[in-house]
């Protein structure tokens, strides 16, 4: 018997860390897992799966405004945020019990408490302490709100999807994804909305044409844009209201202010420093190419270690590991190619690089692109377009690059990245047939560079 009461202790119950535990007890591997807030961590509870649910909703107003021009009426429309709500949590709570159930039927011990480490083999849950061979510490993030006057009043992404009323005019502050999505859906559902950010663009990172794009057609929607703007602090009113103090002297009466500045990994108070655990100025736990840190008999995977913060490269860090540890894998994850959506209104979805990206590694880029008003909207009304670009290499005529702005733009880009990642070229993108009548389509039949070549 071994000397350990598990082999692998996994804390924290998120994507990486539930898959890695399942896929350890598949293979025979005693584990135990740990969780003290929900199951299914960030994604399932406060991140993804209710964030779609709720950009969902947002799309309906939009959507029976449209329908008149197709001949369908409506007299009337009004929106009941705690149907919405209410049905959001009896959806995450079932999700919570499919998570319990995965866990206990592959044969994983599951505590839902708080755990830390107390040693390179040790792990404390409440007055009791486990001792296993291995542990695996996939914790995930936590949102980061600044230290200004008021922060007390400020709402995160943790609080927002649970609010006791909706707003009837609300502030977001951030440039990132998780603020331009929640601004689309606070919009979408009604409010009166304003993004402000520090920043001249929204989106860094982003293809800068994409960017620039997002921001004219986001505006479109109804959300009051406030760039190279900062918030200094805030005040509540007896009345409950909350004064928003900027940079530039302006102030702005809000019913709530919600800050998307950013997630930090939740390594506070774990104990991983305590037992020689490096980590990064940020908190990030510091692991090598196989998620080891330099304590051998610990790990770590998922956003904790804030290399590329998705869902996905959670579970594939988490089986990439299981493999290493117990079926002689190869613990490598290409991060290469890893495809991307934000779901803002209209969505992006974006793989490879982005047009500047592409100008600096390669001596010529060939720019295709196509902007255009979708078929859809030729009897709905909307003045909605949609964006699509491919770069490709000149010399060896390889896809470097795909970005789309528009509807189902994450739906259409999953396929493109198979492509993508099987090596596609030009020639095999124009030899495809598209499917007509389709947006996707244009993808296949875009023939004359928009510019001989950048570089």
């Known amino acids: 018997m071994s000397q350990f009461d598990f082999d692998l202790f996994v804390i924290g119950a998120g994507s990486g860390g539930v898959r890695a535990a399942r896929m350890a007890a598949s293979m025979g591997v005693r584990v135990a897992i740990a969780e003290e807030r929900y199951l299914g961590g960030t994604c399932v509870n406060v991140g993804c799966v209710p964030k779609k649910l709720y950009v969902y909703a947002s799309h309906y107003a939009e959507g029976f405004h449209e329908a008149a021009g197709f001949g369908l009426q409506t007299e009337s429309l009004s929106f009941d945020w705690p149907t919405l709500r209410d049905n959001k949590i009896r959806e ?106 520090r920043g001249e663009l929204f989106l860094k990172g982003f293809d800068q044409e994409v960017r620039e794009f997002t921001a004219r057609e986001v505006a479109k929607k109804g959300v009051q844009l406030h760039f190279n703007t900062n918030l200094t602090g805030i005040e509540k009113t007896p009345e409950g209201k909350l004064i928003a103090q900027f940079d530039d002297g302006h102030q702005e009466i809000a019913d709530q202010i919600m800050y998307a500045t950013g997630r930090v990994p939740k390594t506070q108070g774990l104990g991983l420093e305590q037992v020689g655990v490096k980590l990064s100025g940020k908190g990030a736990v510091v692991v090598n190419d196989q998620f080891q840190t330099v304590v051998p008999s610990i790990y770590a995977v998922g956003d904790v270690i804030d290399r590329v913060q998705l869902t ?78 491919l770069l490709v290499d000149r010399e060896t005529d390889k896809v470097l690059g795909v970005h789309m702005v528009g509807a189902e733009a994450g739906e259409i880009i999953q396929g493109i990245a198979v492509a993508l990642k099987a090596g596609a070229t030009k020639a095999v993108f124009d030899a495809t047939i598209g499917i007509h009548p389709t947006a996707a389509e244009e993808f296949v039949t875009m023939r004359e560079p928009s510019s001989p070549f950048t570089g």
């Open 92 to 197: 995450i709570s079932r999700l919570n019990g499919i998570y319990e159930k995965m866990l206990l039927n592959a044969g994983c011990t599951l505590i839902q408490e708080r755990a830390t480490v107390v040693g390179p083999h040790e792990v404390k849950v409440g007055d009791k302490t486990y001792s296993a061979e291995r542990i695996l510490v996939a914790v995930g993030g936590w949102p980061f709100v600044p230290d200004i006057p008021g922060a007390e009043h400020i709402i995160s992404s943790n609080e927002v999807f649970d609010l006791d009323r909706f707003p009837d005019k609300v502030i977001v502050v951030g440039g990132g994804y998780i603020a331009v999505e929640f601004a689309g859906i606070f919009a979408g559902l009604g409010a009166e909305t304003h993004l402000v950010h």
């Open 312 to 389: 996905p490269v959670a579970l594939a860090e988490g089986m990439a590991l299981v493999r290493s540890l117990y079926a002689q894998g190869n613990p490598a994850v290409d991060y290469e190619l890893i495809p991307t959506a934000v779901f803002c209104q209209p969505n992006i979805g974006t793989v490879g690089l982005t047009e500047e990206q592409a100008c600096e590694r390669y001596s010529k880029v060939d720019v295709y692109r196509s902007e255009f008003r979708a078929m859809k909207h030729t009897l709905s009304g909307s003045d909605e377009r949609t964006l699509m670009k």
